[in-house]
């Protein structure tokens, strides 16, 4: 257990309905990262705050996917109208900024279905 | 050309031998470097980071990194059927900290 905690850890939607996930980041972590993995693949990259502040979010992103961090802590990940393409694993990670590295540790997901 | 390229196995080795695992990268801007293992429907756990050239030992593990030739791998000594899993190299962008991954490698290691 790296201390970063995500739910639900499953969830079987209909394509079209609006999925929610949310993630705690170890709690003196100011980093925190969504990905995205398919079977087969390595976690893909969608956003990541530090504090509260999005700074980065990938093209992979379309305008159906929102992410937010309020006041710094918790995160959450919404989908708006789920297609099957968006069945995957939703990998949290958070992380210390550090000047050298940055090691970030990864919650234990939540594996999105869409039928 | 991939960011980060690992040849996907899987790679199987007997109980005992070294396996060794390898990842190249393109962005030479990149300055540390991570393995994550990770067990089938489970998530990526991180198991060394190296940011100087050279070796850097955990254990029965050690990474290396040669940064002229934009290559790291790991090294599995004394490899145990608990160790196979999926090997995650990743490479944080220069310029943010978001972790480019490889594919993965996937390790067997039988009795």
């Known amino acids: 257990d790296t201390g970063v905690s995500q739910d639900p850890r499953h969830k079987i939607t209909k394509r079209g309905q609006n999925v929610t996930f949310r993630c705690d980041p170890i709690?003196?972590?100011?980093?925190l990262y969504w990905y995205r993995q398919t079977l087969g693949q390595g976690p893909e990259f969608l956003t990541y705050?530090?504090?509260?502040?999005?700074?980065?979010k990938s093209r992979l992103l379309s305008d159906r996917f929102s992410a937010e961090r309020p006041k710094g802590s918790f995160s959450t990940l919404e989908i708006q109208r789920t297609e099957q393409g968006d069945s995957a694993m939703y990998l949290c990670a958070s992380s210390l900024d550090r000047e050298v590295y940055n090691e970030q540790f990864f919650g234990p997901g939540t594996r999105l279905t869409v039928l | 050309q991939k960011e980060v390229e690992q040849n996907s196995g899987p790679l199987s080795v007997p109980e005992g031998a070294i396996a060794s695992l390898n990842c190249t990268y393109s962005?030479?801007?990149?300055?540390?470097f991570f393995w994550y293992r990770q067990y089938s429907g489970k998530s990526p756990e991180l198991i060394m980071f190296i940011y100087s050239n050279g070796d850097k030992e955990d254990g029965r593990f050690t990474a290396q990194l040669n940064k002229a030739s934009q290559y790291v791998s790991l090294l599995i000594r004394d490899s145990q059927p608990s160790d196979s899993a999926t090997y995650l190299c990743a490479a944080p962008n220069q310029y943010t900290d978001k972790l480019i991954f490889g594919t993965g490698t996937r390790l067997q290691v039988f009795p």
């Open positions: 709690s003196e972590h100011n980093r």
């Open positions: 705050f530090q504090n509260e502040a999005q700074l980065e």
């Open positions: 962005d030479r801007g990149s300055q540390s």
